[in-house]
């Protein structure tokens, strides 16, 4: 009887876990100040999980080192504010673990923005 009891709590306990991680899109949208004027953003994002793929927008080409938990990556062409990049990720619900970070933005003559305020990046699925 007794170990009947314990198998009763084991399955309520598992049964109470959520192993129903679902891979996902995460979109990567900049806002800018100065749209049609960017050329080029170099930014870093950072997860709880390696991505799986990422791809630029249309119209845009990305650049980017080996998938890790912390990526850097530019983007190049002609940036306006929206999506810029998507990234597939195992745990979509996993979303708000997700940060984007700028480290330079450049204008279309490849003039390093001074200042990078009014530029923001944001992930969300």
Not at 5 to 24: E, H, M, Q, R, T
Not at 48 to 74: E, I, K, M, S
Not at 95 to 110: E, M, P, R
């Amino acid at each position: 009887m007794k170990r009947l009891w314990w198998l009763a709590i084991l399955g309520a306990v598992l049964g109470c876990l959520d192993n129903s991680a679902a891979p996902g899109t995460l979109k990567v949208k900049l806002t800018t100040p100065n749209a049609g004027s960017d050329g080029a953003i170099l930014f870093t994002v950072t997860g709880p999980a390696v991505p799986l793929t990422t791809t630029a927008a249309t119209g845009l080409r990305l650049f980017a080192q080996p998938l890790a938990a912390t990526n850097h990556f530019a983007v190049t062409g002609s940036l306006l504010s929206g999506t810029i990049m998507t990234i597939e990720v195992p745990d979509v619900s996993r979303a708000s673990a997700y940060t984007a970070t700028i480290q330079q933005v450049a204008a279309t003559n490849y003039q390093l923005r001074p200042s990078l305020a009014g530029y923001t990046l944001t992930v969300s699925p």
